[in-house]
């Protein structure tokens, strides 16, 4: 899936990669190619049929499609069976140690015996077959309780008919599971530190929720993480009165030419836990709950992966990256000292809502003293609103960025905690 905005200023794929614009080019420099030589007599040549280069195992098991072609590139159909299989991409370490130095990241080759390749044939008169890779899922975890790092492996196409070449390879992105406690942690993204965790995903439950931190793009705050564990006022109390499971986003920071990072972990973790619901907790509902910045992550998923999410719950959101409402060190942090205007107008999400956004459930401080409520939360309630989306907004005579535990009915029209359990409710298994 690939997802355009403003005509190509930014492209939003797998991963949520951002192609950069403007005066700095923060795309970031296409990985190395492994040279393979082509055999002499090779006149057809095996190729991944998936955008970019890498891939995210949501299972033990993945399936990864190849196409035969001609040296021309033209479509081909096989001559004869042909049989093949993934392999280890040459000189892995180098092209993980190349990864790593381009994206800025801290990944490790997964070890050898943790992994399988299972190989297929490519039937005389079709053009492609289906090749499979296979984790040992509890190796995998040793593993990373021992390195502390994550893991990835660079894979290449193994033809088995000398006249056939490969070409290309994938990073092949295999996350760890941890369980502390009641939770699950999720290693999945380019830096240790980085991670999912989930919170009442054991048994059976109606619904799950990504929740996206505050932080200005340069530290999450313990209070927000805390607000998920802790007592009757915490997340986890609100995920078992509406018998939710959580799942909180400790995105990695965005670096000066890689001011995707967030959005791609987001988009990771919600992938999985699309990809596991039937191990963790049987849902069929999934939204994104945002506080403050992590209302940007939000709704930088939302308008771009729509499909993906049945609400959104927005906590004084920073929606846009206009200079005269965003959030200055947010904008910093995740864009630079100058970003371009482009850049700004791509990554402003009150600005890219479609009739197919999932219902919103927004409040905030009428007072706030961070950043303008007026051109975020406000303007992406009307902006919704034009498309015709469900929006239920409240606002609370407080002046405290993101002090929710103060949004009581004696503040705003109506309590906060009980107004978004509610809202929670509506998105059951059984139907919206």
Not at 15 to 25: D, F, I
Not at 207 to 218: H, T
Not at 294 to 303: D, E, K, R, S, Y
Request: charged fraction near 20%.
């Amino acid at each position: 899936m690939k997802k355009e905005l403003l005509s190509g200023v930014i492209a939003i794929a797998m991963t949520m990669a951002s192609v950069g614009c403007g005066k700095e080019n923060k795309n970031p420099e296409p990985e190395p190619t492994p040279e393979e030589p082509t055999p002499a007599n090779a006149n057809t040549v095996l190729s991944f049929k998936m955008e970019g280069n890498r891939a995210l195992m949501l299972s033990a098991e993945r399936e990864f499609e190849v196409a035969l072609t001609k040296n021309t590139g033209e479509d081909f159909s096989a001559e004869e069976d042909i049989t093949c299989s993934l392999a280890l991409a040459d000189n892995p370490q180098s092209l993980v140690n190349a990864y790593n130095s381009q994206k800025k990241a801290a990944f490790a080759l997964l070890p050898e015996g943790t992994y399988s390749f299972e190989a297929s044939t490519i039937a005389k008169g079709a053009k492609g077959a289906s090749l499979k890779l296979k984790l040992n899922q509890a190796e995998i975890d040793k593993a990373f309780i021992a390195s502390q790092k994550p893991f990835v492996l660079p894979v290449k196409i193994a033809p088995g008919n000398e006249v056939v070449s490969s070409k290309g390879y994938i990073y092949v992105v295999c996350p760890a599971y941890e369980e502390e406690g009641d939770n699950l942690i999720i290693h999945y993204s380019r830096e240790p530190e980085a991670k999912g965790v989930l919170y009442n995903y054991k048994g059976s439950v109606e619904r799950a929720v990504l929740l996206c931190p505050g932080g200005a793009y340069s530290d999450i705050p313990e209070n927000d993480i805390q607000w998920v564990v802790s007592g009757n006022n915490g997340f986890m109390n609100m995920a078992q009165a509406t018998n939710s499971m959580f799942a909180a986003l400790y995105y990695s920071y965005p670096h000066t030419k890689y001011y995707s990072h967030p959005f791609e972990d987001a988009y990771d973790l919600l992938s999985l836990v699309r990809a596991r619901k039937g191990e963790w907790g049987g849902y069929d509902k999934v939204g994104v709950w945002g506080m403050a910045s992590g209302g940007h992550i939000a709704t930088t998923l939302v308008v771009n992966v729509p499909e993906m999410l049945d609400f959104q719950i927005l906590m004084t959101p920073l929606v846009t990256m206009q200079k005269d409402g965003t959030q200055d060190g947010a904008c910093r942090s995740l864009l630079g000292d100058d970003p371009s205007q482009d850049l700004r107008d791509a990554l402003s999400n009150e600005k890219h809502t479609a009739a197919g956004n999932p219902p919103a459930y927004i409040a905030y401080a009428a007072n706030d003293q961070s950043f303008s409520m007026e051109k975020n939360a406000v303007a992406y309630e009307a902006a919704l609103k034009a498309n015709g989306v469900a929006v239920e907004i409240h606002s609370y005579n407080h002046n405290k960025h993101n002090q929710w535990w103060a949004w009581t009915a004696k503040t705003g029209d109506v309590d906060f905690q009980a107004s978004v359990k509610e809202f929670h409710k509506r998105f059951t298994t059984s139907g919206k």
